[in-house]
């Protein structure tokens, strides 16, 4: 019997999850999210108070009927994320993708951003690894911290800085363990303290 989830899909829980952690009440902000799929993240965003969500996925067909039908999403498919840019600029990005690197789609989310604005994007290990250090598709959990250092290097050498992490509660495709991080830009080092941030979770957890 499948695990009963309050959203359309289990994603949603990893973003509860992280939502949670880092103390971030999304109620009234305008949200993007990366690689929505059925909109388990787009779910989660308008269940927690979010005014409005682009729904971003390189896919057709495949989001929630009640989420597409929802007034507060905006569904963006056939859509890459990489190229993307909103018609407003976002108080929140949310990212969930596969097959590409932080490194590369984070660059697009911070085309979506107002000044201020706040990421929370989900790394999956397994897709930042060398291909040689997977085995049948999973990284070993002995390779887990050295991918994720190299990942974290990267992030803030692209300008942002990590205020929080967590480990996913739901694992990834084929068991692979993933992690939520929170990401405001140097660049507005001054203005990312939002007003409805509950608490700075800055040290790495998980």
Not at 164 to 184: A, F
Request: aromatic fraction near 6%; include cysteine; hydrophobic fraction near 35%.
């Amino acid at each position: 019997m499948a695990e009963e989830t309050p959203y359309v899909s289990r994603a949603g829980l990893k973003l509860e999850a992280a939502l949670r952690a880092f103390g971030i009440d999304v109620s009234g902000f305008v949200c993007c999210d990366f690689g929505s799929h059925t909109g388990g993240f787009v779910d989660c965003l308008l269940q927690h108070g979010a005014a409005r969500v682009y729904a971003v996925e390189p896919g057709y067909g495949v989001l929630d009927y009640n989420l597409r039908r929802d007034p507060r999403v905006v569904v963006c498919e056939r859509t890459n994320a990489l190229r993307y840019i909103p018609p407003e600029r976002c108080d929140l990005v949310t990212i969930d993708v596969g097959w590409t690197q932080q490194r590369l789609i984070l660059p697009a989310a911070r085309r979506c951003l107002k000044p201020g604005g706040h990421v929370i994007t989900l790394v999956k290990p397994q897709y930042e690894a060398p291909k040689e250090m997977l085995v049948t598709g999973l990284l070993p959990p002995a390779r887990l911290a050295p991918v994720l250092g190299a990942c974290r290097a990267e992030i803030e050498q692209l300008g942002w800085s990590i205020r929080g992490q967590i480990e996913s509660p739901i694992r990834g495709h084929g068991g692979n363990t993933e992690y939520v991080l929170w990401l405001s830009s140097k660049e507005n080092a001054t203005e990312t303290r939002s007003p409805h941030q509950k608490a700075d979770s800055s040290k790495p957890a998980g």
